[in-house]
Nanobody
Framework: QVQLVESGGGSAQAGGSLRLSCAAS????????MGWYRQAPERQRELVAT???????NYADSVKGRFTISRDNAKNTVSLQMNSLKPEDTAVYSC??????????????WGQGTQVTVSS
């Protein structure tokens, strides 16, 4: 069974940094695009950043220049380095991955989410 597990959430002060990691486990044949999304209270989930298998990254305008997404294809992991954090970055952050399990077809998988809280 394939699972995505996030780690690294927590609290930081404005201007600080946090690093999120997400590991896909299970019998995985291949991974495609991986990404991070976030959802703040009473707001819709929004894209933060995505990265292709080849390393092409895409960022939301609100995080460009502050956040960096990276991945390790050998380990099926994706990370999000968050610098210059702002209170408006407070949200539950979830990773996702388009991947192919060894026994199935391609599908989109989600982690359980990790809370990030930024205080002013």
């Amino acid at each position: 069974q394939v699972q995505l597990v996030e780690s690294g959430g927590g609290s930081a002060q404005a201007g600080g940094s946090l690093r999120l990691s997400c590991a896909a486990s299970g019998r995985i044949l291949s991974t495609g695009v991986m990404g991070w999304y976030r959802q703040a209270p009473e707001r819709q989930r929004e894209l933060v950043a995505t990265i292709s298998r080849g390393g092409l990254a895409n960022y939301a305008d609100s995080v460009k220049g502050r956040f960096t997404i990276s991945r390790d294809n050998a380990k099926n992991t994706v990370s999000l380095q968050m610098n210059s954090l702002k209170p408006e970055d407070t949200a539950v952050y979830s990773c996702n991955a388009n991947l192919q399990p060894i026994s199935g077809t391609w599908g989109l998988y989600w982690g359980q989410g990790t809370q990030v809280t930024v205080s002013s």
